[in-house]
T-cell receptor
Framework: QKEVEQNSGPLSVPEGAIASLNCTYS??????FFWYRQYSGKSPELIMF????GDKEDGRFTAQLNKASQYVSLLIRDSQPSDSATYLC?????????????FGSGTQLTVLP | DAGITQSPRYKITETGRQVTLMCHQT?????MFWYRQDLGHGLRLIYY???????DKGEVPDGYVVSRSKTENFPLTLESATRSQTSVYFC?????????????FGEGSRLTVL
């Protein structure tokens, strides 16, 4: 059973702090990894993707991938109240269609003013 | 406006009734998807389509039927609704054919089955 696991939270951080969101996956052959943000009552939107081991930075967001440990994380620096949302980790499968993303259940983040 | 739209946004129905959720995209993306989102389960893939007249099952297809006669439309039908199908349903399309594409989601359809 292919799985993507995330801590459901809620995770609370003060404004200006670094928020660290973690995701583990069971399919060792997964190649592509995505982070989606979902505000309450809204649809998910893509914020980051990463394919290679290491770090990828985009503004205040950094995605980190360690394929050996089957672990991907998202760091949000200088967290803002507007970052309060649920963050969904998604991975592509090693078999079947690469378009069939498997999503984790999400981590709810609250940034306290 | 360009984008992906779903209708209805909210629907209440009764057990055993047929319900169709509509999805329309204006980008002409080849791939389209239907997900359901339930508390504690995240997004689970119901069906997807690679092109008009090409559909395939996802993780949780039982109780659902899809069709795709035109590239822009991808309706999802619950032939005989059950309470377990109470959920928020998201339609999505993929920007490119590869696994690196971005999924764009519709606003969601919240379905309640009484």
């Amino acid at each position: 059973q292919k799985e993507v696991e995330q801590n459901s939270g809620p995770l609370s951080v003060p404004e200006g702090a670094i928020a660290s969101l973690n995701c583990t996956y069971s399919d060792r052959g997964s190649q592509s990894f995505f982070w989606y943000r979902q505000y309450s009552g809204k649809s998910p939107e893509l914020i980051m993707f990463i394919y290679s081991n290491g770090d990828k930075e985009d503004g205040r967001f950094t995605a980190q991938l360690n394929k050996a440990s089957q672990y991907v994380s998202l760091l949000i620096r200088d967290s803002q109240p507007s970052d309060s949302a649920t963050y969904l980790c998604a991975v592509t499968p090693s078999s079947g269609s690469a378009r069939q993303l498997t999503f984790g259940s999400g981590t709810q983040l609250t940034v306290l003013p | 406006d360009a984008g992906i739209t779903q209708s209805p946004r909210y629907k209440i129905t009764e057990t055993g009734r047929q319900v169709t959720l509509m999805c329309h995209q204006t980008w002409s993306h080849s791939y389209m998807f239907w997900y359901r989102q339930d508390l504690g389960h995240g997004l689970r893939l119901i069906y997807y389509s690679a092109a008009a007249d090409i559909t395939d099952k996802g993780e949780v297809p039982d109780g659902y039927v899809v069709s795709r006669s035109k590239t822009e439309n991808f309706p999802l039908t619950l032939e005989s609704a059950t309470r377990s199908q109470t959920s928020v349903y998201f339609c999505a399309s993929l920007t490119s054919g590869g696994g690196t594409g971005e999924l764009f989601f519709g606003e969601g359809s919240r379905l309640t089955v009484l």
